[in-house]
Nanobody, 119 residues
């Protein structure tokens, strides 16, 4: 089993930056990719960015280059650098791990960290 723990959320003014961290532990050899999702009040959860084991990345179209996902394997940590934040970026940001088990693929979720952007 994989465990995830996010940190780094908070209150920031529009135009500012935040860096989110996701520390992963447990059966890390089973991880195929890591990602960040977000869920705003009253809205569906949506993918923000994903990073594969080979380092390749995928981003949501709406980001327009403002966010960057990265990982430091030696520290078992994935980061989400968020720049030029907008009020519409306000959401709970959740770390996600796609793992492979004997029963197939399994998604693991963190508890989430709240990001609030004010104008």
């Amino acid at each position: 089993q994989v465990q995830l723990a996010e940190s780094g959320g908070g209150l920031v003014q529009a135009g500012g930056s935040l860096r989110l961290s996701c520390a992963y532990s447990g059966s890390i050899f089973s991880i195929k990719s890591m990602g960040w999702y977000r869920q705003a009040p009253g809205k569906q959860r949506e993918l923000v960015a994903r990073i594969m084991n080979d380092g390749s990345t995928t981003y949501a179209d709406f980001l327009k280059g403002r966010f960057t996902i990265s990982k430091v394997t030696a520290k078992n940590t994935v980061f989400l650098q968020m720049n030029s934040l907008k009020p519409e970026d306000t959401a709970v940001y959740l770390c996600n791990a796609l793992t492979i088990t004997s029963l197939g693929y399994l998604e693991v979720w963190g508890q989430g960290t709240l990001v609030t952007v004010f104008s």
